[in-house]
């Protein structure tokens, strides 16, 4: 199937839900981009500054970009003046610098919490006790040139549907306890970003309002690139 009937598909599956599909054009060249736009799509995730960068600066302006790679602090300051979404913060430090990075370019940033929902020790986030205990803190609170949209979190990668199933029945809960405890009054904490190619179908059964799909779409991509950072 060509990319637009691959978007098309999921866009049906989605139907009148509330989910985003975000589409991880990661390693994908800008003409392989560009079909993509031509169906009239618009929102796109990356993982890497460096590349989320360039074609930001090389495609149309009105595109929105996620970031959904791990992200150094220290990276920061080159997507803060365009970037729509940043779906993994996981420390206060890097919650501090966005904060900083908004106020320079006089933009409120939206973010997301990213969670360690899975078996494997290598993927990023928070563990739960973590973020709790940083709730729980008031340093973050005062950051305001950023807004804290939701949680994300990454599966374990297994063919076993029950295991995800349960993962991320887990963390809709999570997110509900985080959504009653701390942002009670905060009508813009509801986003959930949750699936990928193998898993969207159960994301979306489990509320998920983002699914971030890259190789149900364009293809495998190549071994060397399958890394989460
Ligand atoms: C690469 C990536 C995706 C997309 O993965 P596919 O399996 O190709 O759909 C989604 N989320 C994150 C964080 C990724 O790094």
């Known amino acids: 199937m060509s990319i637009e009937e691959n978007i098309d598909k999921i866009k049906k599956e989605i139907g009148s839900q509330k989910v985003k599909l975000i589409v991880v054009s990661k390693t994908q060249s800008l003409e392989t981009m560009e079909e993509v736009i031509c169906t009239g799509h618009k ?60 106020k320079a370019n006089n933009r409120i940033l939206d973010c997301l919490l990213q969670v360690h929902i899975a078996e494997e020790e290598t993927k990023f986030g928070f563990a739960h006790e973590e973020l709790i205990e940083m709730l729980n803190g008031d340093e973050w609170k005062d950051l305001n040139y950023l807004r804290i949209r939701g949680l994300m979190a990454i599966a374990t990668n297994t063919p076993n549907e029950k295991i995800i199933q349960e993962e991320f029945y887990e963390f809709r809960s999570f997110f509900e306890g985080v959504k009653l405890s701390y942002f009670r009054k905060n009508e813009e904490f509801n986003e959930l970003s949750l699936g990928m190619s193998t898993d969207y179908k159960i994301a979306i059964q489990n509320g998920s309002t983002m699914i971030r799909i890259g190789s149900s779409i364009f293809g495998k991509r190549p071994s060397k690139e399958i890394k989460t950072e």
């Open 43 to 102: 929102i796109f995730g990356e993982n890497q500054v460096q590349e989320l960068v360039e074609k930001w600066e090389k495609l149309p302006k009105d595109l929105e970009w996620h970031m959904i790679g791990h992200l150094q602090s220290n990276k920061v300051k080159f997507i803060a003046p365009f970037i729509h979404l940043i779906h993994s913060v996981d420390s206060l430090k890097l919650l501090k610098e966005i904060h900083k990075q908004g």
